[in-house]
């Protein structure tokens, strides 16, 4: 109905102006065409004026009302290091062509007004000024001269790459971030500081980046939800596309580079305020205790009047500056500017992708082998365990979690030698240490059975130790069979649990 009511208006409206304009036709007739003409010159000259005196003084005023809106003013100070530079290359050059704007405006409507046509005046003809020519040709060129090299040394500040000698993962952080329809996938480089390698062929459904799984480096990298760093600390963000083109795009920190499908590109900045100050900023109050920017002290959620303010709900963020499909709006993700502090503790919560995702599954070759870092680990757990049994009076039974058998059978499995070896480093670092070798059973099979399991498996063990140089003597091999339960029978796992080798401490 509303907009119905719109187009009649405008028809109506229409039809108003085409009969004035017939009316000063008809008018001009009667009274003669060139007297007519004259008066629509000085009318149009004057309302030349009249938008000038508008048009003008009203470009600068909404300026400066929406200036606490603009980035690069009011609160919307960069939030890194290069961003200063990029905000006062475009202060330079809006300050520049801010004077040929008004200037010209000034000219062209005042000399509309002044020369709008009148029958007594006559144009001065001026073929050539050797003195015009040079001021307008000279001032523009050294304008122009100043713009292009500010321009060009700004420009190479911010795409410099970090230094060749720094190293990642200490004096730079390096993150993946690619882009595809409709999302950014992030990488970190886990513990080691290092993004493993990556392959586009490699990508599939459980590997959206196409990372390289027989690349060491790429098993402790992970796939955070958001962009989290650490304030004061530069940062490689390595950019790629799977599809099209997209755009990393972090407003608040002037970063903005595409990313092309085929061609990594990267963008290197310091976040130089944490998420925490900017919202401070935006939330500030002026010496009257008056929020300084009011927008910001609107509620953050409307159907939630007094919920949290604009300023107290701020994030950063990361969109995608690309239009590269009709989900483009979906790719923005949040960045969390934090203190070195809170950075170490948010890495400590990430789990690796390999390790959450691939680990075992047919598509990694590690399957059946042990890592290097679970080496270390089970390593350290001995050891732990060994310490605690060493220093208690009561509890002097290490259990050896990580020994195993072939079903049915005493033969110990491939991946078993590394705790035996943890056990043999202990009794070579111990040279007191005497011990009780213990093989247990679950209640699965005769009792007969069982008890000859346990001890040929207990023998396994100690002839294992003894092949490596341990004397037999300080080697006690018992096999218990299923007499000494820890746990139930009655569970795949307290059955699992009871089925166990391990030694307890004779003397020490
Ligand atoms: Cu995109």
Redesign the pocket.
């Known amino acids: 109905m509303t907009s119905l009511l719109i187009i009649l208006c405008l028809a109506l409206i229409g039809i108003v102006v085409v009969q004035i304009g017939r009316l000063t036709e008809l008018a001009g007739s009667i009274r003669g065409e060139g007297e007519t003409q004259l008066e629509i010159n000085a009318t149009q000259g004057k309302m030349m004026l009249a938008f000038m005196v508008i048009f003008l003084p009203a470009c600068a005023i909404s300026a400066l009302y929406y200036q606490d809106s603009i980035l690069g003013y009011g609160p919307h100070t960069s939030a890194s290091d290069h961003g200063a530079l990029i905000d006062s290359s475009f202060n330079i050059t809006l300050f520049f062509t801010g004077i040929v704007f008004f200037l010209t405006h000034i000219a062209l409507f005042w000399f509309s007004y002044k020369y709008s046509g009148k029958t007594n005046a006559k144009a001065a003809f001026m073929p050539h000024d050797n003195k015009l020519e040079l001021i307008w040709t000279a001032i523009p060129a050294i304008v122009m001269f100043y713009l292009v090299s500010d321009g060009l040394v700004t420009w190479n500040k911010v795409m410099a790459d970090v230094p060749v000698d720094a190293v990642v993962g200490q004096d730079y952080t390096e993150i993946h971030a690619q882009?595809m329809?409709?999302a950014w996938n992030l990488r970190y480089p886990g513990p080691d500081g290092v993004l493993g390698a990556t392959n586009y062929k490699m990508i599939d459904g459980s590997n959206p980046i196409g990372q390289d799984w027989n690349d060491i480096e790429n098993l402790d990298d992970f796939h955070p939800s958001e962009i989290v760093l650490p304030v004061g600390k530069p940062v490689r963000v390595r950019i790629t596309a799977r599809d099209?083109l997209?755009?990393f795009y972090l407003p608040h920190f002037r970063v903005k580079m595409d990313a092309v499908p085929g061609m990594p590109t990267y963008f290197v900045f310091t976040p130089n305020t944490t998420t925490e100050e900017y919202r401070q900023r935006l939330g500030e109050l002026d010496r009257n205790g008056d929020p300084k920017y009011p927008e910001w002290h609107e509620p953050a959620d409307e159907t939630e009047p007094d919920g949290p303010r604009r300023w107290e709900a701020f994030e950063y963020e990361l969109a995608?500056a690309?239009l590269?499909?009709k989900g483009?709006f979906s790719?923005r993700r949040l960045v969390k500017i934090v203190s070195e502090e809170e950075y170490e503790e948010w890495l400590e919560n990430q789990s690796s992708y390999y390790l959450t995702t691939i680990r075992n599954t047919d598509k990694d070759p590690f399957a059946g082998q042990l890592l290097d870092t679970e080496i270390k680990a089970r390593k350290t757990e001995f050891t732990d365990n060994l310490q605690k049994a060493l220093s208690s009076e009561t509890d002097k039974i290490v259990k050896l979690k990580y020994i195993s058998y072939e079903t049915g059978s005493a033969k110990l499995t491939a991946l078993s030698k590394y705790e035996l070896d943890n056990v043999v480093a202990a009794l070579n670092k111990y040279a007191n240490l005497t011990i009780e070798v213990a093989g247990h059973t679950d209640n699965t099979g005769s009792e007969e059975a069982n008890l000859a399991l346990s001890q040929a498996r207990a023998q396994t063990v100690a002839d294992y130790l003894t092949g490596k140089g341990i004397g037999a003597e300080r080697l006690r091999v018992v096999g218990y069979g299923q007499l000494k339960p820890t746990d139930t029978n009655a569970t795949e796992i307290g059955r699992e649990n009871n089925r166990r080798t391990e030694f307890e401490i004779l003397t020490q």
Do not use: I
């Open positions: 882009g329809q409709f099209v997209h755009n995608c690309e590269c499909g483009h790719m």
